[in-house]
């Protein structure tokens, strides 16, 4: 759609947000992103090397809000309508995350920094998937019905990481 993924992610994310921040361990990389109309912020990993735990960790250690709605660089098609559910689905909980055919997908949910020191408790031991503190933290799980409702057909849940998934997400673009 003329744009980068990335960019149509901050596109969406800054209808919703009053900050966003991109993690990444090469941040010159995406000086180009930032606007005038939303701070964007980006930050390095405080734990680097240690993958998206990692990314998680610096998100929530970095952010002006105690909750913070975490995507993925790679999902053109999240929905505004998708965070708001999400976000507000954290309400009372330290994490809000969604299921999609029985699966977590931590990276597009709903974190408090009250996950922080799990978290860090987590890398130190040498765990490196996000699932690995949901047992230590208040969890809400943001079942498919529920997501449904403000995304019927999931597409905020499409990402990109293989040749073929650009392909279909072109086709999707054409067909909106």
């Known amino acids: 759609g003329g744009l980068t993924i990335i960019e149509r992610v901050i596109d969406t994310v800054k209808q919703v947000a009053s ?11 995406f000086t180009h992103l930032k606007t005038q109309e939303i701070p964007i912020n980006i930050v390095e990993d405080v734990y680097s090397g240690v ?7 610096s998100g929530l250690y970095h952010a002006t809000h105690e909750v913070v709605f975490i995507c993925a660089c790679d999902m053109p098609f999240i929905n505004p309508d998708l965070i708001r559910f999400v976000t507000n689905a954290s309400a009372d909980y330290d994490a809000a995350v969604p299921i999609i055919n029985k699966y977590y997908e931590p990276l597009i949910a709903a974190y408090s920094k009250n996950c ?6 987590h890398i130190e031991k040498g765990d490196r998937q ?20 403000v995304d019927k057909d999931l597409l905020s849940f499409i990402n990109i990481n293989r040749p073929e998934d650009l392909t279909r997400a072109k086709q999707i ?4």
Request: charged share 30%.
């Open 51 to 57: 993958g998206a735990l990692g990314g998680l960790h």
């Open 130 to 149: 996000i699932l690995s503190f949901y047992k230590d933290v208040k969890l809400r799980e943001v079942t498919e019905g529920e997501l449904k409702t």
């Open 116 to 121: 922080i020191e799990s978290i860090e408790y």
């Open 173 to 176: 673009l054409m067909e909106q």
């Open 19 to 29: 900050e966003i921040l991109i993690v990444t361990n090469d941040p010159k990389n």
